[in-house]
C-alpha cells in the first residue's frame, strides 16, 4: 500500500460479516509488501483501530525459545516471554489460540498493563513453523467471543500468508 489508507471502522462488529471487511481492508493495506516489520505495524495499528474495546493490540516473534515484542499499539509491555510462560508464552507452546474472558484468573498470566482484563493471544504459523503471536488486551470482561476468536484467525492467516518470515 502507498499514499494515505482510511481506515473503516468495523460496521458489524465482532460478527463474521465485520471480520470478512476487515479482512478485505487489511490484504488491502499489506497487498504489494511482504516485510515483517512493516505489516506487523500496519496489521497492529488497524487492529488497534477497528476492533472495538481494545487497549492492546501486537506482535510477539519467536527468537529461538523466546518470545520478542514486536510492533504494537498501546502502552509499553514485557519485552521477552519464555516459551510456556504467560498467555503468549502458553499459545505458542500449545500452537493454539488462548482465549481467557478474565485474565488476572489466568495462572501465570503476565500483567504488562493493569487495564486489562480479557485476552486473546494467536499463535502465527507459517508453514506449520511457529514465529510468533498476535496478542489483543482490552479492559473489558469477557470481551473475546467465539466470534472474535475464528475472525482473528482468518486475519492472523492473512498476515502470515502475506508476509515473509526469516
Ligand atoms: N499478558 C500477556 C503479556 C503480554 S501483554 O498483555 C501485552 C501474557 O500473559 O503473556
Not at 6 to 33: F, H, S, V, W
Not at 142 to 159: I, K, V, Y
Request: hydrophobic letters at 45%; proline letters at 6%; one cysteine or more.
Amino acid at each position: 500500500m502507498s499514499g494515505m489508507f482510511e481506515i473503516k471502522p468495523m460496521m458489524a462488529a465482532d460478527t463474521a460479516a465485520g471480520y470478512a471487511e476487515l479482512e478485505q481492508q487489511l490484504r488491502a493495506l499489506l497487498g504489494g509488501e511482504r516485510d515483517y516489520t512493516a505489516n506487523a505495524a500496519n496489521t497492529a495499528a488497524l487492529l488497534f483501530h477497528t476492533v472495538p474495546g481494545l487497549n492492546w493490540a501486537g506482535f510477539y516473534r519467536l527468537v529461538g525459545e523466546t518470545l520478542v515484542i514486536g510492533p504494537f499499539q498501546g502502552k509499553p509491555a514485557c519485552v521477552r516471554i519464555p516459551l510456556g510462560q504467560g498467555l503468549c508464552g502458553t499459545a505458542a507452546a500449545r500452537r493454539a489460540t488462548v482465549r481467557v474472558p478474565n485474565c488476572r484468573a489466568f495462572p501465570g498470566h503476565i500483567a504488562c498493563d493493569p487495564a486489562s482484563n480479557a485476552e486473546i493471544v494467536l499463535p502465527l504459523l507459517a508453514q506449520g513453523r511457529l514465529v510468533g503471536v498476535l496478542d489483543l488486551d482490552s479492559p473489558v470482561l469477557n470481551r473475546f467471543s467465539e466470534a472474535d476468536q475464528t475472525g482473528l484467525e482468518r486475519l492472523a492467516a492473512a498476515f502470515v500468508a502475506a508476509t515473509d518470515f526469516e
